[in-house]
């Protein structure tokens, strides 16, 4: 019923391939690696041809970086992986707003409002963006927390 929708996956998966996952994955858990040290760490029994070719695309990329150690290169990751998320993320939900304006703010807090977390990390997100103070926040904490909010 839902064959309109893209087939690609969710999060990251849905916007790297398999492979490029799958390093990035082996890169965020170890400081630096050459080639041969990441295609051996990998589960899929890729050729060192076909890993040396990925992370070469992920320098361009530039979610990896290298320097050459005498006769190879030593590669490590750019930036973490809530980075990378973040970044992914703010891409594509900016397409979406730009493909469909009103209509996907709508139906994002259409999604976020049946639930209570989300629906209260975007308030205080919007109370953020309208108070930059950090103010308006206080207005809704509770008594209980005293008066450390409070400035003279």
Same mark, same amino acid.
């Given at each position: 019923?839902?064959?309109?929708?893209?087939?690609?996956?969710?999060?990251?998966?849905?916007?790297?391939?398999?492979?490029?996952?799958?390093?990035?994955?082996?890169?965020?858990?170890?400081?630096?690696?050459?080639?041969?040290?990441?295609?051996?760490?990998?589960?899929?029994?890729?050729?060192?041809?076909?890993?040396?070719?990925?992370?070469?695309?992920?320098?361009?990329?530039?979610?990896?970086?290298?320097?050459?150690?005498?006769?190879?290169?030593?590669?490590? !990751?750019?930036?973490? $992986?809530?980075?990378?998320?973040?970044?992914?993320?703010?891409? *594509? #939900? =900016?397409?979406?707003?730009? /493909?469909?304006?009103?209509?996907?703010? !709508?139906?994002?807090? $259409?999604?976020?409002?049946?639930?209570?977390?989300?629906?209260? *990390? #975007? =308030?205080?997100?919007?109370? /953020?963006?309208?108070?930059?103070?950090?103010?308006?926040?206080?207005?809704?904490?509770?008594?209980?927390?005293?008066?450390?909010?409070?400035?003279?």
């Amino acid at each position: 019923m839902s064959s309109w929708r893209g087939s690609r996956g969710q999060g990251l998966a849905g916007h790297f391939g398999p492979l490029e996952l799958a390093i990035l994955d082996v890169m965020w858990s170890s400081a630096e690696l050459d080639v041969s040290t990441c295609a051996r760490r990998l589960d899929g029994g890729q050729a060192y041809t076909t890993v040396k070719t990925v992370m070469e695309r992920l320098v361009i990329k530039e979610l990896l970086a290298r320097r050459k150690e005498g006769r190879q290169y030593v590669y490590w !990751a750019r930036s973490s $992986r809530r980075e990378v998320e973040q970044r992914v993320a703010a891409e *594509q #939900v =900016r397409q979406v707003v730009d /493909g469909f304006g009103d209509l996907a703010v !709508a139906n994002f807090v $259409r999604t976020v409002s049946g639930d209570a977390d989300q629906l209260a *990390q #975007v =308030r205080a997100l919007l109370a /953020g963006i309208a108070d930059p103070s950090g103010e308006a926040g206080m207005a809704g904490k509770d008594e209980s927390d005293g008066a450390a909010g409070v400035s003279a």
